[in-house]
């Protein structure tokens, strides 16, 4: 069974920070190399960071030296350090497994003052 739990969402003003964190059951995170995406208002869903299957990184340029992807292998937790935030980054932030259909519900991003 599918279960991807989110959270660390919440308001901000432009230049705070959040981390959010999404835990998987033991199964998915074993069996896939997860990320992060994010829907922007109005905009087209976007892949923000995720872990590659050469034990890479990969980041969406916009968020390039703000933001963190990070993973604790004993908890099954996957992280987004997320910095120097700005209005642009205002979304819902989804946690999951790239290339599949297996996202969680996805977690409210808002930055403003």
């Known amino acids: 069974q599918l279960q991807l739990v989110e959270s660390g969402g919440g308001l901000v003003q432009p230049g705070g920070s959040l981390r959010l964190s999404c835990t998987a059951s033991r199964s998915f995170y074993r069996a896939y190399f997860m990320g992060w995406d994010r829907q922007r208002p109005g905009k087209e869903r976007e892949r923000v960071a995720m872990?590659?299957?050469?034990?890479?990184?990969t980041y969406l340029d916009s968020v390039k030296g703000r933001f963190t992807i990070s993973k604790d292998n004993p908890t099954n937790t996957i992280y987004l350090q997320m910095n120097d935030l700005k209005p642009d980054d205002t979304a819902v932030y989804y946690c999951?497994?790239?290339?599949?259909?297996?996202w969680g519900q996805g977690t409210q991003v808002s930055v403003s003052t």
């Open positions: 999951g497994a790239p290339g599949t259909n297996y």
């Open positions: 872990f590659q299957s050469d034990g890479s990184i």
